[in-house]
Protein backbone atom coordinates (compact mmCIF):
# COMPACT_ATOMS: atom_id res chain seq x y z
CA UNK A 1 0.00 0.00 0.00
CA UNK A 2 2.72 1.96 1.11
CA UNK A 3 4.64 1.42 -1.79
CA UNK A 4 1.97 1.94 -4.45
CA UNK A 5 1.15 5.36 -3.18
CA UNK A 6 4.65 6.49 -3.23
CA UNK A 7 5.31 4.99 -6.60
CA UNK A 8 1.91 7.03 -7.57
CA UNK A 9 3.54 10.31 -5.69
CA UNK A 10 7.07 9.84 -8.00
CA UNK A 11 5.06 9.51 -11.07
CA UNK A 12 2.78 12.56 -10.68
CA UNK A 13 6.42 14.52 -10.01
CA UNK A 14 7.98 13.32 -12.79
CA UNK A 15 4.83 14.09 -14.63
CA UNK A 16 4.52 17.38 -13.08
CA UNK A 17 8.56 18.29 -13.45
CA UNK A 18 8.33 17.08 -17.46
CA UNK A 19 5.87 19.49 -18.01
CA UNK A 20 7.35 22.74 -16.47
CA UNK A 21 8.64 25.53 -18.42
CA UNK A 22 11.54 27.72 -17.21
CA UNK A 23 9.97 30.24 -19.01
CA UNK A 24 9.16 33.44 -16.26
CA UNK A 25 7.43 35.76 -18.72
CA UNK A 26 3.55 35.77 -18.84
CA UNK A 27 2.39 33.93 -21.97
CA UNK A 28 -1.33 33.86 -23.08
CA UNK A 29 -1.63 30.53 -21.95
CA UNK A 30 -1.24 31.73 -18.33
CA UNK A 31 -3.16 34.52 -18.50
CA UNK A 32 -5.83 32.55 -19.50
CA UNK A 33 -5.95 29.94 -16.69
CA UNK A 34 -5.50 32.85 -14.27
CA UNK A 35 -8.51 34.28 -15.80
CA UNK A 36 -10.53 30.96 -15.10
CA UNK A 37 -8.99 30.63 -11.71
CA UNK A 38 -10.67 34.25 -10.41
CA UNK A 39 -13.86 33.17 -12.08
CA UNK A 40 -13.70 35.73 -14.99
CA UNK A 41 -14.79 34.22 -17.84
CA UNK A 42 -15.78 37.42 -19.69
CA UNK A 43 -11.93 38.20 -19.67
CA UNK A 44 -10.55 34.60 -20.53
CA UNK A 45 -12.83 34.13 -23.40
CA UNK A 46 -11.13 37.23 -24.67
CA UNK A 47 -8.00 35.84 -24.07
CA UNK A 48 -8.71 32.68 -25.93
CA UNK A 49 -10.05 34.86 -28.89
CA UNK A 50 -7.01 36.64 -29.04
CA UNK A 51 -4.29 33.13 -28.85
CA UNK A 52 -3.52 32.05 -31.85
CA UNK A 53 -3.70 28.09 -33.06
CA UNK A 54 -0.38 27.69 -31.97
CA UNK A 55 -1.19 29.07 -28.57
CA UNK A 56 -3.92 27.15 -28.26
CA UNK A 57 -2.81 23.70 -29.30
CA UNK A 58 0.67 24.65 -26.62
CA UNK A 59 -2.13 25.11 -24.08
CA UNK A 60 -3.83 21.99 -24.75
CA UNK A 61 -0.10 20.60 -24.57
CA UNK A 62 0.41 21.80 -20.64
CA UNK A 63 3.21 24.56 -22.35
CA UNK A 64 3.37 28.07 -21.67
CA UNK A 65 2.40 27.24 -18.00
CA UNK A 66 4.18 28.15 -14.82
CA UNK A 67 3.33 25.61 -12.09
CA UNK A 68 2.22 26.78 -8.53
CA UNK A 69 4.63 25.15 -6.72
CA UNK A 70 8.61 25.18 -7.91
CA UNK A 71 9.82 22.04 -8.64
CA UNK A 72 11.97 21.69 -5.43
CA UNK A 73 8.85 22.80 -3.03
CA UNK A 74 6.85 19.85 -4.76
CA UNK A 75 9.96 17.26 -4.64
CA UNK A 76 10.02 18.17 -0.88
CA UNK A 77 6.23 17.92 -0.85
CA UNK A 78 6.05 14.13 -2.33
CA UNK A 79 9.34 13.78 -0.21
CA UNK A 80 7.46 14.53 3.22
CA UNK A 81 4.07 13.02 2.42
CA UNK A 82 6.12 9.42 1.32
CA UNK A 83 8.04 9.45 4.80
CA UNK A 84 4.82 10.48 6.55
CA UNK A 85 3.08 7.53 5.03
CA UNK A 86 5.76 5.20 5.45
CA UNK A 87 6.31 6.31 9.28
CA UNK A 88 2.15 5.52 10.07
CA UNK A 89 2.26 9.15 10.78
CA UNK A 90 -0.16 10.09 7.60
CA UNK A 91 -3.20 11.95 8.85
CA UNK A 92 -6.82 9.82 9.11
CA UNK A 93 -8.77 9.85 6.00
CA UNK A 94 -11.69 11.06 7.08
CA UNK A 95 -14.97 8.80 7.51
CA UNK A 96 -17.42 9.23 5.34
CA UNK A 97 -20.64 8.70 7.60
CA UNK A 98 -23.98 8.10 5.38
CA UNK A 99 -26.69 10.42 6.10
CA UNK A 100 -29.25 8.72 8.64
CA UNK A 101 -32.21 7.82 6.61
CA UNK A 102 -32.61 8.68 3.07
CA UNK A 103 -29.97 6.82 1.25
CA UNK A 104 -30.51 4.21 -1.35
CA UNK A 105 -29.02 1.90 1.25
CA UNK A 106 -31.75 2.58 3.60
CA UNK A 107 -34.56 1.50 0.18
CA UNK A 108 -34.94 -2.54 1.37
CA UNK A 109 -35.75 -1.34 5.02
CA UNK A 110 -38.35 0.95 3.39
CA UNK A 111 -39.94 -1.61 1.45
CA UNK A 112 -40.26 -4.28 3.94
CA UNK A 113 -41.96 -1.10 6.28
CA UNK A 114 -44.37 -0.28 3.84
CA UNK A 115 -48.11 -1.65 3.73
CA UNK A 116 -48.72 -3.77 0.74
CA UNK A 117 -50.19 -2.23 -2.44
CA UNK A 118 -54.00 -1.44 -2.05
CA UNK A 119 -54.13 -1.60 1.53
CA UNK A 120 -55.97 1.31 2.81
CA UNK A 121 -53.83 3.37 5.76
Same mark, same amino acid.
Given at each position: ?????? *?? !??? @?? @???? =???? #? /??? &????? #?? !? &? @? !?? +? =? /??? $??????????????????? =? $?????? %????? %?? $???? +? +? *?? &????????????????????????? $?? !???????? @???
Amino acid at each position: MVRASG *VA !LVI @AL @AAAL =GGCS #H /NQA &ETPQQ #HF !L &E @A !LK +R =G /NSA $QASQIWLQMTPEERVKFER =G $QGLQPA %MSPKE %MQ $QDVM +R +R *VM &EEAAGDAPDQPSVTPPSGGGLSDLP $QY !LKSAPPAG @ASP
